[in-house]
């Protein structure tokens, strides 16, 4: 026999001696507000597994092979978190067009603001970014306070006289790590702070980033990297009045041992900004990104490397470590302070 039913049904059948296949239980609905319904436990019960909104708030790792189904399930996330407030995908491969409420083609529309309230904002991006090492960093914020776009900065940089021996060659090898923007520079925009447009942000929608227009790899990262601070100027400044939540697609692209993305896991949540960080390889992304994420939804892994550094971060007993390399394509293992250890779920959608 397979039955549905909520806590009292449950009670009933474990009093009687009715033989039951398979039971779902439903819960009252009350007690799914403000969370997020993935899926149900792979057992008996089948019991709801729902993450709470606050919880995705302090951030939340999804990690999978490539094929694993990690995709759909993080754009299922996108449209359900749209209740909650604002989503903002940056989408490195162009598949969230079918959930987006608007697209963003970065290269066709309008360009991606670079927030700038201090010279040392751009130059921490493009050294990121670009690996400058410090004298190239050092002339770059030299030249920036008199840049008013990324097209004069490089007309700046080139008509720079050097003051120092040193300074020859730092601005000739700038110039060449730089010389993409000469292409792409008017995809990107010096702005203010205080003149930020927050057309990405919209109450109930998703919008998507589409970043796969771009072939230059430098240049998707410094668009990433630029949203998403963007985002956080947006919210430290309270012109956007509610919760966002950021999907960051192919993470290790955009992450560095102390970088942007990094800095932002462990400092925007007081800003209501919640950042679902994604992944094909956990080992890439490194522990410091991961242990600042509360969430971890993990699908299927093959790498050994990976398959350690999830094992590591959830200190995962031995059963469920050998079900790493074994998930179906509508499972996953979730762990999260509302849970008292990772279950495995049956995913819904």
């Known amino acids: 026999m397979r039955v549905r039913g909520g806590p009292f049904i449950v009670r009933l059948l474990r009093a009687s001696n009715v033989e039951v296949r398979e039971l779902i239980?439903?819960?009252?609905?009350?007690?799914?507000e403000g969370k997020v319904v993935l899926g149900v436990t792979k057992n008996f019960l089948k019991l709801p597994v729902a993450i709470g909104v606050d919880e995705i708030l302090r951030h939340c790792l999804i990690v999978g092979s490539t094929g694993s189904g990690k995709t759909s399930l993080a754009k299922r996330l996108a449209k359900l978190l749209t209740r909650y407030g604002a989503t903002v995908v940056l989408d490195w491969h162009g598949e969230y067009f079918d959930v987006a409420d608007r697209?963003?083609?970065?290269?066709?529309?309008?360009?991606?603001?670079?927030?700038?309230?201090?010279?040392?904002?751009?130059?921490?991006?493009?050294?990121?970014?670009?690996?400058?090492?410090?004298?190239?960093?050092?002339?770059?914020t030299k030249i920036l306070r008199k840049a008013s776009s990324v097209e004069f900065l490089l007309d700046l940089l080139e008509s720079y006289v050097p003051e120092a021996r040193w300074e020859v060659?730092?601005?000739?090898?700038?110039?060449?790590?730089?010389?993409f923007l000469i292409k792409y520079g008017k995809l990107l925009k010096i702005t203010p702070p205080e003149k930020l447009s927050s057309t990405f942000l919209s109450r109930g929608k998703c919008v998507s980033v589409d970043l796969s227009g771009l072939r230059v790899l430098e240049l998707r990262r410094l668009a990433a990297l630029g949203?998403?601070?963007?985002?956080?100027?947006?919210?430290?400044?309270?012109?956007?009045?509610?919760?966002?939540?950021?999907i960051v697609e192919e993470a290790h692209n955009v992450t560095s041992r102390g970088g942007l993305l990094v800095r932002?896991?462990?400092?925007?949540r007081k800003l209501n900004v919640g950042i679902v960080v994604i992944t094909q390889s956990p080992a890439a992304l490194g522990f410091e990104a991961m242990n600042n994420t509360n969430v971890k939804i993990v699908k299927?892994?093959?790498?050994?490397?990976?398959?350690?550094?999830?094992?590591?971060?959830?200190?995962?007993?031995?059963?469920?470590?050998?079900l790493l390399s074994r998930l179906e394509l509508k499972e996953a293992l979730v762990d999260a302070p509302s849970l008292s250890e990772p279950l495995l779920v049956e995913l819904q959608g």
Request: hydrophobic share 40%; with cysteine.
């Open 25 to 32: 239980y439903e819960e009252p609905r009350h007690l799914l």
């Open 103 to 140: 697209t963003v083609r970065v290269g066709q529309d309008e360009p991606i603001e670079i927030p700038v309230e201090d010279p040392l904002d751009v130059v921490s991006l493009l050294e990121e970014v670009l690996e400058l090492t410090p004298p190239q960093a050092y002339l770059l």
């Open 169 to 179: 060659e730092t601005k000739a090898s700038l110039l060449r790590k730089l010389s």
């Open 227 to 246: 949203v998403l601070n963007s985002i956080r100027y947006i919210q430290e400044r309270k012109l956007f009045d509610g919760k966002v939540f950021v």
């Open 264 to 268: 932002c896991l462990a400092e925007v």
């Open 300 to 322: 299927t892994l093959r790498s050994a490397e990976d398959m350690q550094t999830i094992a590591r971060s959830l200190n995962l007993s031995s059963d469920k470590y050998s």
